[in-house]
């Protein structure tokens, strides 16, 4: 497993382009892996957001949880 940062960087990129429902599942899931609070994983996110994508473009986050 990655770092907590690395982890946010993939799901950032899906996490900006999804449906409401969509970001509770992301952040979900995202909470379960790191153990941040969802408050916690929302600004991580939104961090990671402005930083830029990473390497494979979030593509992997978001496919994990359009299989939910």
Do not use: F, H
């Amino acid at each position: 497993m990655g770092t907590r940062r690395d982890i946010t960087k993939k799901y950032a990129t899906g996490y900006a382009k999804s449906s409401k429902t969509a970001k509770g599942l992301i952040l979900d899931e995202l909470v379960a892996v790191t153990g941040w609070s969802r408050a916690n994983a929302r600004r991580a996110l939104a961090t990671a957001q402005a930083e830029g994508p990473c390497e494979d473009g979030g593509a992997e986050a978001a496919g994990a949880v359009l299989r939910l």
